[in-house]
């Protein structure tokens, strides 16, 4: 009988440190490797699709499009359609309201549609992926466009002449020149010169502007990327599938 209770013993022993050995591993069934639920960059690099739920753009739409590579570098793309071109006019209006033929007033702690905004601060914490993009991006290309004048009363040096100017019903804006006459410009510019704009001697660039920030999780099968953006000092749910 002692024999046979000490027997049983060391199997019961034996089984019970098997258990353990498992479960401290976390290995999965059928394998030796461990199960491994750490995330990366690269678990996120997709063409992700999808929408911002109870939320409408200006043009109606509600679609978000999410662009990572395996270093979290890429694109967030708002509204349907494609991309818009870089602006190449640096006198133009850009961009250009839905209309096509209207600026639309720089209301930068928004986003504006069909603008490629380029990631920036992509990270993980934990499993959820965090990332922010910054409002005046959208003019970024346009500002690099840009001639800098030299203001000598305050050192400093702007797109449009620091001479002062107005608005004229039938003409539009202007600047005044060296003798007082009424040079015109276009509101456009005199808005994103004033606003987003900076310059130096050598160039002008763009501000940072508002900081919109994302984040999302994946779900089980990595084929969803849910989570929250914040647009107008409100959070929104986004739902994107990947593409």
């Known amino acids: 009988m002692r024999k046979t209770m000490g027997t049983a013993a060391v199997i019961l022993v034996a089984a019970s440190a098997a258990l353990c050995a498992c479960s401290d591993s976390e290995k999965s069934l059928g394998t030796d490797d461990p199960v491994d639920t750490t995330l990366s960059l690269e678990d996120f690099a997709a063409n992700w699709d999808g929408y911002i739920e109870a939320y409408s753009l200006p043009s109606g739409s509600d679609r978000i499009r999410v662009v990572l590579d395996e270093q979290g570098q890429g694109t967030v793309l708002f509204g349907d359609g494609d991309a818009l071109a870089p602006p190449t006019d640096p006198d133009a209006a850009y961009p250009p309201s839905a209309a096509g033929d209207e600026y639309a007033k720089p209301g930068f702690d928004r986003v504006y549609e069909r603008i490629a905004y380029p990631v920036h601060g992509t990270q993980l914490d934990d499993t959820r992926l965090r990332l922010e993009i910054h409002s005046y991006d959208a003019v970024s290309d346009w500002c690099a466009l840009q001639t800098p004048f030299y203001d000598a ?11 002062g100017g107005g608005y004229e019903e039938g003409t539009g804006c202007f ?38 920030k994302l984040d999302g999780a994946l779900s ?17 749910t986004i739902r994107l599938t990947r593409q």
């Open 153 to 163: 009363q305050n050192d400093m040096y702007f797109c449009v002449p620091n001479t």
């Open 175 to 212: 600047y005044n020149g060296p003798n007082g006459e009424h040079i015109a410009v276009s509101c456009a510019k005199e808005d994103l010169c004033w606003g987003p704009c900076t310059c130096t001697q050598a160039s002008c660039s763009v501000t940072q502007g508002t900081v919109v």
């Open 220 to 236: 089980d099968d990595g084929t969803k990327l849910e989570g929250t953006i914040v647009l107008n000092n409100s959070p929104y």
